[in-house]
Structure formats: structure tokens, C-alpha cells
């Protein structure tokens, strides 16, 4: 009965971090989990020619760095995963060896390609088939793009490994698909629960590159001997957790009930609730909501928000133009502008990857005919504002495919450190917001971890460990009527 320890790597696409969970034993109460975070480190795209990349070594390297420090620091981690985001790859060639960098969701070879495949395809037979958004950067429009250029890498490809699986590989040789991340590929039938086979020959993409998929809590492998060399630390145990962030953050939603809405929120929002099967209804696809695998048997209906993707970038553009302020000020001067100036459709897609964030924003604004915000408080206003206004109509959706009443909102991820929006977003959907944890994917890997080595039951025992361990804020809603006004602007802004 001694305290036991996981290591865990969530890369999110602005930044990504390594933390320790321990699980201390219970004296004379219930265990609870302990995290410490050892290492942290940025992450975003590469431009080269005219393609945006991930730098994939770097990110090895990172975590290779988060290995070592987790030892160096006296902690023993008995195993280690990796989740990061959704939908991007590498391919190996038969050699095993990585072909090129990985592509960015955010590049752009995948415009268009939507209606294309659509066309061919056919949009709800695509849906039935795969449960998943229509969302430009879909590995399937990936590879699509990929089929259309004539990539040789395409041509010589032995393997493809999305990208938790990918870091997974470098570090144990052990060549593996994890389940959650699969689902958000478009490619993966979540009724057969196989690949889509016959989609991808429809459309010449090779499906001998991937592999079966493993669901979360299975254990792979161990770190390589030339690792344990390189690190000086001894071989642990490789884990599959929701190797997809999402996944894992859900996981770590501190619910009681069996029925509850979510919002995850960190560079994308996911809005949604958890369900023991894939919704594959023509309302489903008509809310444009998604079906992604989740830990534990869970299949999670949800929909992508563009998210604090908006505040990021224009943060990112304010910088370049040498004006550093962090989130904290920012917010602080969200807080003194004026309400409800001007309203944005954040999920637009010219907001996915803009040249000047704000000057777009602005420019919509325009279009729009409504006041142009100015300042940067202004701009922040603006986005935090119609972020909340989106999250109503998106529980409101969620409401009505599910034929359910939600009570509030649970709220996780580094976004609820801005506690404007936790604040806007219960005015907005006129009920509490839940906060907490912060670090609600980093959390769900370790439980899985810690399912997966015998030191928890299941994931209901694991939601009990994070409600007992993290804390969790309550926003109540105010200002209902100014709110219920807006978002009847809102709503005749954004279909
Ligand atoms: P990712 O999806 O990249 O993993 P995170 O969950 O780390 O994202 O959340 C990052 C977001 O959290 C940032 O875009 C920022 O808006 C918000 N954030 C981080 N720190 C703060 C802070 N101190 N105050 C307000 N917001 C913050
Ligand atoms: C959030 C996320 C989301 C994906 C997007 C690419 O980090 O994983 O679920 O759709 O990144």
C-alpha cells in the first residue's frame, strides 16, 4: 500500500508540459492524487515553403527532457504516456523511419476539401460512416490533399502513426494505434469500430498504413534500452491512455452523474456530453457535433470551437507588434470595456488560420455593420463575449439531440483560469459553471495510467479520486436579461 507514481505528457498546441501523479496511499481515508509539473515548454507551427509543420523532434526532445527531470527531481514513475492533439501524423517508410515533418492542422493543402469529398462521398453517408464534424484539418482531408499532390511520401508510406503514437514510438520502438486518437481521424467507422476501409480505397488512400487500434489503458512496451542510456533512467512501462487530449481531459471531468455537459477549454473549446455510443442522427450531423472515442467505453458527442485559438493569436500579433502583455493583463482590460459592442461568429473559418487576428476581427465587424472594437480590451471583449454566447447555443444543441436538461456546466482546462469567461459563460447559458481541474488531460492520462497499473478500479472510481483531490470553483450566472438580449444578436449573426 505505497504511494505510486505516473509520469505524464500533454501537449496541447500552444504549449505542452510533463507532471508527476502520485497516488497516495489511504491512511485511514480515501487515496487522493497529488501532481507536481516538472517541465513545461512551448509549442506552435513552422512555416517552410508554403506548408506549416510541427517541430516533431523538438517535441522528443521535450519530453525526453521531462523524463530526465521526473528522475533527477526523486520520483519513480512506474509508467509514462504521451496525449496531444487530434487528427495529424507521421508516416514511416518500411525502414521504420519517420518520412518528413508532420504537417500542422492549420496548413492550409486541405482548403476546399470539404465540399469535394463531400461530393464524391456523399456528406451523410460520410457522417454515418465516421460520426465526425465536418472540420477542414480531418486527417481524412490531410491525406486527401496528400492523394491529390502526388506526395511520394504518401507513395512509399509503410506506416502512418498519429502523433501521441508517434512519440510513443521514438521512445519505445513499440509501433502502436490508440483508439481515441483513430476516432478523430473521419476514417475510423465508429459502428464496425474499424477502419473505413472501403472510403479510403474510394479515395486512393492507402489503409495498409494503419494499424488496429488499442483502446486506452493498454500497456505497450517499455522505454528503449538506447533511451534509458541517453536519460540514465531505468526502463517504465509505456502505457495507451486517451492518447487524444480531449479524451483525457474528459476523463477528468469531476462529475457525479452519469449525464452531464462539458466544456474543455484550452486552445480549442470541445463542448459536449459523454455517451455509451456514437449519436449518428441526421440532427447530430445537422448541429454539425461530433462522435469522438473516450476512455472507459465512452463514445463523446461534441463539437469543436474555434476557442482561445482567438485570444492567443491576437496576443501573438500584439507581441510581434512589441506590446507584451500576458493573459492575466489582457483579461484585466476585457474587464473595462464596454459590454456587447460587437459580436463575432467565432467558428467561422476565417478565424482558423488569419494573417492579423484582430484586423480580421475587426474586418468582420465591419462587414457586419457593427461598432469596430479598437483597443485591445475592446478586441478581448469582443471574443470572450461571443465565445460564451457560443457555448449557450452549443449546450442548447447539445440539449435538444440529447433530449436532456443540464444543470450547469463543467468547465476544465487552462482556459478556466480566465475567470471572465467562466463568468460569461454562466451569464450566458443563464446557469453554474463548474471549474476545475486546470489541468484536466494531464489528470486523465494518469488515470488511465493508474487503471492500467491496478491502482484504480474504473473511471468512476477515477472521477471520485479528482473530485476528492482538486478543487472546483462556482460561478452563479448574473445579468440574465443583458445576456438573453445578446444573444438574440448573436444568434442572428451566427447560423
Ligand atoms: P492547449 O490546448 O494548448 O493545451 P491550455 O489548456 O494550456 O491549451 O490553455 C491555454 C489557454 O489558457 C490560453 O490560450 C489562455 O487563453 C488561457 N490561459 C492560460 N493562462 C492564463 C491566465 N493566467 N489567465 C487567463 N487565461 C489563461
Ligand atoms: C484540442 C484538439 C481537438 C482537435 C484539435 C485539432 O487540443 O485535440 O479535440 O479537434 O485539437
Redesign the pocket.
Known amino acids: 500500500n505505497k504511494t505510486a507514481s505516473v509520469l505524464a505528457f500533454?501537449l496541447?498546441?500552444?504549449?505542452g508540459r510533463a507532471l508527476i501523479g502520485e497516488l497516495t496511499p489511504a491512511q485511514g481515508g480515501n487515496p487522493e492524487l497529488k501532481i507536481t509539473e516538472i517541465h513545461r515548454f512551448s509549442n506552435g507551427p513552422v512555416h517552410i515553403g508554403n506548408h506549416l509543420h510541427w517541430d516533431i523532434l523538438l517535441l522528443l526532445q521535450e519530453v525526453k527532457a521531462g523524463i530526465r527531470k521526473a528522475f533527477q527531481a526523486g520520483f519513480q514513475p512506474e509508467s509514462f504516456s504521451i496525449d496531444t492533439w487530434g487528427v495529424d501524423f507521421g508516416l514511416l517508410d518500411r525502414n521504420g523511419e519517420l518520412m518528413g515533418n508532420p504537417y500542422h492542422y492549420r496548413d492550409s493543402q486541405t482548403e476546399g476539401l470539404i465540399e469535394e469529398v463531400n461530393d464524391l462521398i456523399g456528406k451523410e453517408k460520410l457522417f454515418l460512416q465516421s460520426g465526425l464534424q465536418f472540420m477542414p484539418f480531418n486527417t481524412l482531408y490531410q491525406l486527401y490533399a496528400m492523394v491529390k499532390a502526388k506526395s511520394p511520401k504518401l507513395e512509399q508510406a509503410e506506416t502512418l502513426l498519429l502523433t501521441p503514437d508517434l512519440l510513443m514510438y521514438f521512445l519505445t520502438g513499440e509501433k502502436v494505434c490508440e483508439f481515441t486518437m483513430a476516432t478523430t481521424t473521419q476514417l475510423f467507422d465508429p459502428t464496425t469500430r474499424s477502419w473505413n476501409t472501403g472510403l479510403m480505397d474510394q479515395l486512393g488512400i492507402p489503409s495498409s498504413m494503419l494499424l488496429k487500434p488499442i483502446l486506452p489503458g493498454t500497456q505497450f512496451g517499455q522505454l528503449t534500452d538506447a533511451v534509458c542510456e541517453e536519460l540514465d533512467v531505468p526502463a517504465i512501462k509505456a502505457v495507451a491512455v486517451g492518447s487524444h487530449?480531449t479524451a483525457s481531459a474528459i476523463a477528468a471531468v469531476p462529475t457525479r452523474s452519469a449525464t452531464f455537459v462539458y466544456l474543455a477549454?484550452?486552445?480549442?473549446s470541445l463542448l459536449g456530453t459523454e455517451q455509451q455510443q456514437a449519436s449518428l442522427t441526421l440532427e447530430t450531423l445537422e448541429n454539425n457535433y461530433s462522435n469522438e472515442g473516450g476512455v472507459g467505453d465512452t463514445y463523446q458527442m461534441l463539437k469543436n470551437i474555434m476557442g482561445?485559438w482567438l485570444?492567443?493569436e491576437c496576443k501573438r500579433e500584439w507581441e510581434a507588434k512589441g506590446n507584451n502583455k500576458?493573459?492575466?493583463e489582457l483579461?484585466e482590460l476585457a474587464k473595462g470595456a464596454i459590454a456587447f459592442r460587437s459580436l463575432i461568429d467565432p467558428d467561422d473559418l476565417r478565424f482558423m488560420s488569419p494573417k492579423d487576428m484582430p484586423e480580421e476581427i475587426r474586418a468582420y465587424c465591419r462587414e457586419t455593420k457593427q461598432l469596430i472594437p479598437q483597443s485591445e480590451g475592446e478586441v478581448v471583449r469582443c471574443i470572450l463575449e461571443s465565445l460564451a454566447l457560443r457555448y449557450r447555443a452549443s449546450v442548447e444543441q447539445a440539449e435538444k439531440i440529447t433530449e436532456s436538461v443540464y444543470e450547469g456546466l463543467h468547465m476544465v482546462?487552462?482556459?478556466i483560469?480566465?475567470e471572465l469567461l467562466c463568468q460569461f459563460t454562466a451569464n450566458a447559458i443563464g446557469r453554474p459553471v463548474w471549474a476545475g481541474p486546470i489541468e484536466a488531460?494531464a489528470i486523465g492520462n494518469m488515470l488511465v495510467q493508474f487503471t492500467a497499473i491496478d491502482r484504480l478500479a474504473d473511471m468512476g472510481e477515477a472521477r471520485e479520486l479528482v473530485r476528492r483531490s482538486f478543487p472546483v470553483l462556482t460561478y452563479e450566472p448574473k445579468e440574465l436579461a443583458v445576456w438573453e438580449e445578446a444573444y438574440n444578436r448573436f444568434t442572428a449573426l451566427a447560423k
Do not use: E, M, P, R
Open positions: 500533454d496541447g498546441a500552444s504549449s487530449d477549454c484550452g486552445t480549442w482561445l485570444l492567443q500576458s493573459f492575466t483579461v482546462g487552462g482556459g483560469q480566465n488531460s
